[in-house]
Nanobody, 124 residues
């Protein structure tokens, strides 16, 4: 199975930036679609962004368009989420996920492997 570890979360003031990283194991990483989801307390896990293996096909939730950027470095088996102009409503645990189907799905059920999450807290 694929193991993934998120890092880069923390506490930031509104308007600030964070860059999340997700390091994945497995030599087949480059063939996976990778996604980012987030979950706030009492809320359903929410789609944030996804990127196909080639890096040229991306999808974003409307709530983060223009502020967040997803990217990947297949040589490092790593996917990134650059988060700019953060807002208090971005506060959540952020998870990376891998979809062996190879499409930029926004559905949680499409993803086969999940990391343990990293906390992002944005203060007012």
């Amino acid at each position: 199975q694929v193991h993934m570890v998120e890092s880069g979360g923390g506490l930031v003031q509104a308007g600030g930036s964070l860059r999340l990283s997700c390091a994945a194991s497995g030599r087949t990483f480059s063939s996976y679609t990778m996604g980012w989801f987030r979950q706030a307390p009492g809320k359903e896990r929410e789609f944030v962004a996804a990127i196909r293996w080639g890096g040229g096909n991306t999808r974003y939730a409307d709530s983060v368009k223009g502020r967040f950027t997803i990217s990947r470095d297949n040589a490092k088996n790593t996917v990134y989420l650059q988060m700019n102009n953060l807002k208090p409503e971005d506060t959540a645990v952020y998870y990376c996920a891998a979809d062996t189907g190879g499409y930029t799905s926004s559905s949680r059920s499409a993803y086969d492997y999940w990391g343990q999450g990293t906390q992002v807290t944005v203060s007012s």
